[in-house]
């Protein structure tokens, strides 16, 4: 019985995707919800796995080209597997006589481009397919090999003492050109369209540390048997003392909608994750109902996910305010950009011991700068500094954020 595999559905959000890599070949036994291929949207990675048993019979849209929602990008024979089996093992015989079976669609759209020998790129795909970055690798690293056969016909030139003199080997300049995955150019689009449309500012404080600190080392251990092992971290205090602060300040939460302000009635907010791939943003919701554990909790599952590729196009849509930690790194102080829609964006630093002028005396405390990236268009400069100093002043005791005072 022969199926149309098609690409999944996306949100109104997203305008299309693109086929990243086939996981099976035409002809290739199949087992039901196997994955198959990988669709590489600008938010994340969808994978199509097999309706049932069998094989693809034709791949119709191949690795790098660019598919809409539900559109049809392969077929499939469902109960075709055994009958495949012959060809399959008639295909693999063959391939030490010619490479043609073990090239992927995007990969010999490259070939065929460039004029390149198959036979001579190694394949690190599947049973030693070839795929279009195994090309991409080769033709990155082709300048560097070529210049070895030439001195061979050199001796007959005059010029031929020129040769060993200009030797690659004695000053390798290795470049190698990757093609940028569709997330991180839609990242480095809505960054720069951020820059271009928003009236952006920032503003700087910084956070004595030391209260939080104090708090979590008294509490952690109890903290982590009570919730199963989930880990008092900083980063929920933070989401917290925001949370709070976007009640008192409505415009920090707001969002741009051409020539409307949009006010949210409540706080769902992005939290900056560091992946592989790029920067994603998934989204905690609700968090003036959520507790300090189970706000870890969320984070560390999306940390998880965001590792294994595994977050969702669910877990990144809205979202009214977002906080970025670049302290994890080791950053001291920087601009963060706005996540349009919003207006605002809160970014969190690493914590380094200051002397800190404190009654007249001179006392070492750990401290945190903090920036609020903020559209003016939309939050006046005294908006945006009394909701820094909000912050501060929570994080600075802790008790408030837990007696809403």
């Known amino acids: 019985m022969s199926i149309e595999i098609k690409a999944p559905t996306f949100p109104e959000s997203v305008a299309d995707g693109t086929v990243a890599t086939w996981h099976k070949q035409p002809g290739e036994a199949v087992s039901a919800d196997e994955l198959i291929v990988d669709i590489e949207t600008d938010k994340v990675v969808l994978e199509v796995v097999a309706p049932a048993d069998g094989v693809i019979a034709e791949i119709i849209k191949g690795e790098g080209e660019t598919v809409l929602s539900d559109e049809v990008i392969a077929k499939f024979e469902a109960g075709a597997a055994p009958a495949a089996a012959p060809a399959a093992a008639a295909q693999t015989a063959a391939a030490p006589a010619g490479d ?185 919701r609700d968090t003036d109902q959520m507790g300090l554990a189970e706000v870890e909790a969320t984070i560390a599952d999306f940390g998880k996910r965001g590792r294994e590729g595994k977050l969702g196009m669910e877990d990144m849509q809205g979202g009214t305010f977002t906080i970025t930690n670049g302290g994890v790194f080791g950053s001291l102080m920087s601009t963060p950009i706005l996540n349009p829609p919003q207006t605002a964006i809160l970014g969190m630093h690493k914590i380094q011991e200051r002397p800190m002028a404190v009654n007249g005396q001179v006392v070492i405390l750990p401290m945190m700068y903090l920036a609020l990236s903020y559209d003016h268009r939309m939050i006046d400069g005294k908006e945006a500094v009394q909701f820094l100093v909000t912050i501060k002043d929570l994080l600075e005791d802790p008790a408030r954020m837990l007696l809403d005072v």
């Open 100 to 284: 043609a079976d073990k090239v992927g669609p995007a990969a010999r759209k490259l070939i065929d481009e460039n004029g390149l020998d198959a036979s001579q790129i190694p394949g690190t795909g599947k049973n030693g397919g070839i795929t279009k970055e195994d090309v991409v690798n080769y033709m990155a690293n082709k300048p560097a090999a070529a210049p070895a056969p030439a001195p061979a016909p050199a001796p007959a030139a005059a010029a031929a003492p020129v040769a060993p003199a200009v030797s690659v080997d004695s000053g390798e300049r290795v470049e190698k050109r990757v093609p940028m995955t569709r997330l991180r150019a839609t990242i480095a689009k809505r960054l720069v369209e951020a820059q271009q449309n928003a009236a952006m500012l920032t503003t700087y404080n910084e956070v004595n540390m030391k209260p939080v600190m104090e708090l979590r080392k008294q509490y952690k251990d109890l903290f982590e048997r009570t919730h199963n092992g989930t880990r008092l971290g900083f980063m929920s205090f933070f989401v917290k003392a925001a949370t709070e602060a976007l009640k008192r300040f409505p415009a920090v939460n707001a969002s741009i909608d051409g020539n409307d302000m949009v006010y949210h009635g409540y706080q769902d907010i992005g939290v900056a994750v560091s992946t592989e791939r790029g920067l994603m943003v998934p989204v905690l």
